[in-house]
DNA sequence: TTTCTTGTCTAACGAACGTTAGGTAGGGTG
DNA sequence: CACCCTACCTAACGTTCGTTAGACAAGAAA
């Protein structure tokens, strides 16, 4: 057990990691074009041309980013549900559970470095090849949420769009959101009560 | 007026507006670095250095067409306020305001041309320079919505996070929404019904 | 000790970039 | 007619980009 909120395989070399930590800050900072392989090199303290000791192009190098940023939400999310196991039936426990995995998602956004947020922020404009190598991996993880929301809710209420909002609102949350200024509690409690009463059709239980 | 649901003052000559046009959709597909002046050149039929007789730079460029995205959301704003001048103060009437304010946003990102659209995924990794130049218009459109929001609930309900959710919701809506498959009244009417009762803290009226 | 591996370096390649200078065709105006 | 302005062009500039080739130092393995 390591000190991180999400537990996230760390076989990477101590310098392997350090270029992928500066170049997913960077590519959440400026975009995937924008950031060049000598800016981040710069900042690790080394050439541009290492980097293709541990990267095969620019393009791995991202892809390795976006794939590290859907473990550390996927890995979130399976927390979640542990930590949700034996909740029963009640409208209550229902909340609590989606109340879970609404902060678990945040918390991946914001605890684990810069790699979820740069996957939410750089995929949309990624390179063909690196978005359709992680196309099913993203699938993967919002078939998640649909299980989640149709297990939350009655059966007849469409749940589509809903958790297209739900995700949608909390990742551009990464645009105002200041993790150091604001409480991430509290930005999950506002998320979850916003959606739940809407998801439901029916009041929240907490004023 | 026009045909176009939006009234957008169009004093740009044919060919400048065809430069942002092709440009404003070329910087949503692959963003503000990968969208060079030769691919956009290329696009209206002209030679890349013919886009300086329009514009004094790239980053200029940017900024007429954010300033244009801007521009079609406050007008789509406007006409929405004239539409529910005379709505009451009962929750319908207010619940309508909001549907109305909903679908106009909507409607400036999916049905006036890429630069709405634009604006949402490029604005974030714009240059420095022209982010500064932009942010007052775009903090005057926010406040817009502050004030709407207050307006509509009860006084004591905070309206700050919920504003940034359902914005961020819908300006999310671009990733996956497609206005030519599925109706963008629909999507209106789910945005809605999710924050409504979310922003009040009672029911939905309609179910 | 020799050998191999790992991680970095310097140097350079060709391509693409934003941008500038200067020229040209054509329509409107004196 | 001469003039000029608009909208484009060709050609080129210096810079930066991703990427490759090859050398070198340090440590582990033999």
């Known amino acids: 057990m390591t000190t991180s909120p999400v537990d996230v395989p760390t076989t990477d070399s101590p310098a392997r990691a350090r270029i992928l930590d ?8 400026q975009g995937y074009e924008a950031a060049s392989l000598r800016r981040i090199a710069d900042e690790v303290g ?22 590290r940023g859907m473990a550390v939400m ?23 559970r989606l109340a879970a995995h609404v902060r678990a998602h945040l918390a991946a956004l914001y605890e684990n470095g810069p ?3 740069a996957h939410v922020t750089t995929f949309r404009t990624a390179p063909a090849v690196v978005r359709d190598a992680i196309v099913p991996v993203r699938d993967a993880y919002e078939a998640r949420w649909t299980d989640l929301l149709n ?15 739900l995700l949608g609102g909390m990742n551009a949350s ?3 959101f200041d993790p150091t200024r604001g409480s991430l509690d509290d930005l999950a409690e506002v998320v979850t009560r916003q959606f ?12």
Chains 1, 2 share one sequence.
């Open 151 to 165: 297990d939350l809710t009655a059966a007849d209420v469409p749940t589509g769009p809903a958790r297209l909002m």
């Open 196 to 207: 739940w009463s809407g998801l439901t059709g029916h009041p929240d239980p907490t004023p």
């Open 115 to 117: 790699f979820t947020a």
């Open 46 to 67: 080394i050439q541009a041309a290492s980097i293709y000791h541990h990267f095969t192009s620019k393009e791995d190098l991202l892809e390795a980013i976006l794939r």
């Open 174 to 176: 990464v645009e105002w």
């Open 74 to 96: 996927d890995e979130a999310f399976t927390a979640a549900e542990a930590t949700t196991t034996g909740a029963g039936e009640s409208q209550a426990d229902r909340r609590s």
């Open 22 to 29: 500066v170049a997913a800050s960077l590519f959440l900072e």
